[in-house]
Structures are given as C-alpha cells and as structure tokens.
C-alpha cells in the first residue's frame, strides 16, 4: 500500500508544484492522474521514487518511509517501483535487450553495470520480458531502429525485469497514436489484473482514463482537486470536470 502524506515540492524557481496533496492506494489499483499540463502530475510520480526530492511530506511505501531512505535503501525500494517514462528513456545505441536488462542494475554489483555484464540468468529474463511485450525477435536490434509504440514495450520490458509490485507510468502514451495508445495501455492492464501490479499512470486522454482507471485522482495547479472511481469519472458531472481542467476546459465530444 501507498500512502502520499502532505506532499509539497518547491522547485529551486520558486515554483510551488505540489501543495499539501493526500491520497492512499491499495495494492492492485491502477490509478491514473489527471490534470492539466502543468498541474504537477509528473512532479507527483517522480517524487513517489524519489526521483525529485520532495520538499515537505511524506511518502509511505508498505510502511516504508521513502522520503527518509538513504542510497542502499533506496535502491533497494526502486526494485519495487518500476517507472515508464512518456519519452522512453532507452539508450539508442545499445541492443533492445541490453536496454531491457538495465531494469536489474538495482540487482547486479554498480560496477558490473559499468561494463554492461549481467549474470545469464537475467539474461533470461529480460528475453522473458520482450516476449511478454511481443518484441522477442527485436533483442538483438538496436533501440534507434524501433518504431515509437516498441520503444515503449522496450521501456514496460525494462520495468518488468525489476519484478516491480508497482509501476509509475508518466504519461506512457503521450507521444503514440491511438492505435499504439491503447496497444500499451492494455499491456498494463494486463500487468494489473494478471500479476498483481498496482499501477499509478497519468494520462492527457480521457477516454482513455474512462477505459482503463480503477480510480482517479486530479490535480489542478498541484493541489488535489478529484478523487473518483473509474465509474465517477464515466458519469463527471460538468462542475467536476470544471474543477480539474477550469472554467474555460470545454469537454470534446460529448
Ligand atoms: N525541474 C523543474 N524546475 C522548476 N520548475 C519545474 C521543474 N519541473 C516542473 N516544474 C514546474 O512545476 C509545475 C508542475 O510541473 P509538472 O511537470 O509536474 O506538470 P505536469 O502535470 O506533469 O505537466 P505536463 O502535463 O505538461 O507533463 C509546472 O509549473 C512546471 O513548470
Ligand atoms: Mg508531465
């Protein structure tokens, strides 16, 4: 379970992004924030792993206090929590595979990681991993030959190899068609109902947060505005949807 406890992040600028936000999320959820584009939705999940340092607040992780973890600590944690970033993040140069087994750095000594050396076991389960996202016969290509929606079954393979009981999924598919889009959104899904995996994903589209959210938060200039189920957000109400996106957000389609 997760527990965010009045997070606030002040940026070096001066920028308030987070202000006092509060919510749980039980194991198994696949919760998805929303938000206008710079409501702190990105701020939000990389502090969750600490990849921004929060200013005040607390994040508790099955108890565990992130916010408080030394290095050792919080590497170890980060092997819990995978993280899909929206523009991939791969290293083109390199194999696919090479990419997918970055995801066990949390498990390997650092230095072996300096020379790209995995123990053949993980080797394994990184192609396990590209088998799962459909990409087996890619392993040995480089990531710069891979088309957009690859590249991030590359980056959902690369979280896997971590064994993670929790994915952070930053807008994963921000930069994808909608074909694509919903090609990765049901990867996760899958990831969700059948290992277990809770999930915490941000997303610009709605229709896609009323197809896949099991519950919704919202986020309107850092401070939490909504709170819902998937259901709430299929029946948003007007004054709802003005509370998240502003008076002026005018919904497309219907
Ligand atoms: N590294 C940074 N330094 C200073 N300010 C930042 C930094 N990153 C983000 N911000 C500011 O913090 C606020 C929240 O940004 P954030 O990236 O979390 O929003 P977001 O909801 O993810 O937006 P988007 O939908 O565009 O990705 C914005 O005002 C942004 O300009
Ligand atoms: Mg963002």
Redesign the pocket.
């Known amino acids: 379970m997760l527990k965010v406890e009045h997070l606030t992040k002040v940026?070096?600028?001066g920028?308030v992004?987070l202000q006092d936000v509060s919510f749980e999320v039980e194991d198994g959820e696949f919760l998805v924030i929303i938000?206008?584009?710079?409501?702190?939705?990105?701020?939000?999940l990389r502090s969750i792993n600490r990849l921004i340092e929060p200013t005040e607040g607390r994040i508790l992780w099955n108890d565990v206090d992130i916010t408080a973890l030394d290095e050792a600590g919080l590497r170890r944690i980060r092997r819990e929590i995978g993280f899909v970033f929206q523009e991939f993040n791969l290293v083109e140069r390199l194999p696919v595979l090479t990419n997918v087994l970055t995801g066990r750095l949390g498990y390997v000594p650092p230095w072996w990681s300096l020379f790209y050396y995995f123990p053949a076991q993980d080797r394994r389960r990184a192609l396990d991993a590209l088998e799962q996202v459909g990409l087996a016969d890619r392993a040995h290509h480089r990531a710069s030959e891979l088309s957009g929606g690859q590249k991030q079954r590359v980056g959902i393979a690369r979280a896997l190899v971590q064994n993670p009981k929790m994915l952070l999924a930053?807008?994963p598919v921000a930069s994808l068609d909608p074909v694509l889009a919903h090609s990765i959104m049901g990867y996760l899904e899958r990831l969700n109902q059948e290992r277990g995996i809770t999930i915490l994903c941000?997303l610009?589209y709605l229709d896609l947060v009323q197809r896949y959210a099991t519950r919704v938060i919202g986020?309107r200039n850092?401070r939490l505005v909504f709170e819902g189920t998937g259901d709430d957000i299929r029946h948003m109400t007007d004054e709802e949807f003005k509370q998240i996106y502003g008076e002026e957000a005018q919904r497309l389609g219907g």
């Open positions: 940026y070096g600028t920028t992004a938000g206008l584009s710079g409501s702190g939705k990105s701020t939000l930053d807008e941000s610009h986020l850092g």
